[in-house]
């Protein structure tokens, strides 16, 4: 089991510009949600997908935008880059469980250090 | 609304003695906790969850947390600190409500003295 994998693991980007973070759930796992850590910071929740369509949504605006394919891969947008989005960018992946069922824990990534110039 | 509140950013030990990482939660229903580990440059790895069974909970690498509802309390101990403890901890707090959204603490620093 490969567990959750994310691509790139670093990224260097310009302030301005657009960039596409990847990730691949643990297999078995159809929920994927992104979290981004700054530094010294704890991770703060960004959004979640389950079945191609965005669930939750954190207090992070629109220009974070996400997509999940119908193999449960999930990618982060990030457009019109500011140098505040400098952080690592963590993917959790998880089992949907109804809201009568407790929650299971989420398996992380080891995330994408983005650093915006 | 969930919120978790790690009291110490640094905790500082000595190699053998005991650790105490202390988080208090506010949750408006029954929550479930968690506590994560993060070495440097490192994803973070579950060290143990509570999911209203056993209100004293074991983990991995002799962790063990207790769950307190009348205190809103989930400290992480340890017994004996390892060198190889040393690592950036976070305590997590989710409810059914809200699916599998996580809300961590801002974390504590674990530094372990040889």
């Known amino acids: 089991d490969a567990g959750v994998t994310q691509s790139p693991t670093h990224l260097i980007k310009t302030r301005g510009q657009q960039v596409t973070l990847r990730c691949s759930p643990k297999?078995?796992?159809?929920?994927v949600s992104w979290y981004q850590q700054a530094l010294g910071q704890g991770p703060q929740f960004i959004f979640q997908y389950y079945e191609e369509e965005e669930r939750q949504r954190g207090n992070f605006p629109d220009r974070f935008s996400g997509h999940q394919f119908p193999n449960y891969s999930s990618e982060l947008n990030v457009n019109a880059l500011l140098l505040g989005d400098s952080a690592l960018y963590l993917c959790?992946?998880?089992?949907?469980?109804?809201?009568?069922?407790?929650?299971?824990?989420?398996?992380f990534g080891q995330g994408t250090r983005l650093t915006v110039v | 609304a969930q919120s978790v509140t790690q009291l110490d950013s640094h905790v500082s030990v000595s190699e053998g003695t005991p650790v105490l990482l202390r988080c208090n939660y506010s949750s408006s229903y029954s929550p479930s906790l968690f506590w994560y580990v993060q070495h440097p440059n490192k994803g973070l790895q579950l060290l143990l969850k509570?999911?209203?069974?056993?209100?004293l909970v074991k983990g991995i690498n002799g962790f063990e947390a207790e769950f307190k509802k009348s205190e809103t309390s989930f400290h992480l101990t340890k017994p004996s600190a390892h060198m190889s403890d040393a690592a950036e901890y976070f305590c997590v707090v989710s409810d059914p409500n809200t699916g599998n959204q996580f809300y961590f603490g801002t974390g504590t620093s674990l530094t372990v003295i040889p």
């Open positions: 509570y999911t209203s069974a056993a209100t």
């Open positions: 297999s078995g796992h159809d929920t």
């Open positions: 959790a992946s998880s089992l949907r469980v109804s809201r009568r069922q407790r929650n299971t824990e989420a398996f």
